[in-house]
Nanobody, 121 residues
């Protein structure tokens, strides 16, 4: 089994910063893409940022220039540095990873339980 655990959420004032961390653990042979999604109250879940295994990253337009995704492949960890936070960034943030549990096995997507980020105005 594969587990993903997020940390680093909390309450911050508008204009502030937070750093989210996520560790993938368990039966892991290889990790492909790692990502952050978020879901605000009453809204659909949306992709925030994706980090491919080779280093290429993709950010949503709404967070470009403010959020930075990074990863530590040796530790199977992914981070989300969030700066210049806005009230509309308030959401539950989920990390995900595409994981193969054995050599030659299929990659499957796993998600954490989420961490709450609240930005006050």
């Amino acid at each position: 089994q594969v587990q993903l655990v997020e940390s680093g959420g909390g309450l911050v004032q508008a204009g502030g910063s937070l750093r989210l961390s996520c560790k993938a653990s368990g039966s892991i042979f290889s990790v492909n893409a790692m990502a952050w999604h978020r879901q605000a109250p009453g809204k659909q879940r949306e992709s925030v940022a994706v980090a491919a295994n080779g280093g290429k990253t993709t950010d949503a337009d709404s967070v470009k220039g403010r959020f930075t995704i990074s990863r530590d492949n040796a530790k199977n960890m992914v981070y989300l540095e969030m700066n210049s936070l806005k009230p509309e960034d308030t959401a539950v943030y989920y990390c995900g990873a595409s994981v193969a549990q054995y050599n030659g096995g299929p990659f499957r997507d796993y998600w954490g339980q989420g961490t709450q980020v609240t930005v006050s105005s």
